[in-house]
């Protein structure tokens, strides 16, 4: 089945950065927008940001603007959340996941049922 696999996650101390990695398995990612979310303890899943399929554009929500950074490597099949200025809400978990239509359309507002091919996450712990 297609999936993403997540990595990068881990502690970071508030102010610090991390780059997250999301490789589409089983899954060409090109012209596919991909999506990142993320879930912390307690709340509902959110989105971060979302890219186009290449040459398109980046959306991100309003909690990470000039902080966080996503691309993509089509070559790689993989895209990536550059995350700076790490604030303690950003912990959570962090997915990712893809629009399965060919050059659909990012959505960054619940309900996210226009993406599939959920990974397992990678943790983001921001702590002093």
């Known amino acids: 089945q297609p999936h993403f696999v997540e990595s990068g996650g881990g502690l970071a101390q508030p102010g610090g950065s991390l780059r997250l990695s999301c490789a589409a398995s089983g899954f060409t990612l090109d012209y596919h927008p991909i999506g990142w979310f993320r879930r912390a303890p307690g709340k509902e899943r959110e989105g971060v940001s979302c890219?186009?399929?290449?040459?398109?554009?980046?959306y991100y929500a309003d909690f990470v603007k000039g902080r966080f950074i996503i691309s993509r490597d089509d070559a790689k099949n993989t895209v990536y959340l550059q995350m700076n200025g790490l604030k303690a809400e950003d912990t959570a978990v962090y997915y990712c996941?893809?629009?399965?239509?060919?050059?659909?359309?990012?959505?960054?507002?619940?309900?996210?049922?226009?993406?599939?091919?959920w990974g397992q996450g990678t943790q983001v712990t921001v702590a002093s």
């Open positions: 996941a893809a629009v399965p239509t060919v050059q659909g359309q990012c959505v960054m507002t619940s309900p996210y049922d226009v993406y599939d091919y």
């Open positions: 890219i186009l399929d290449s040459g398109g554009g980046t």
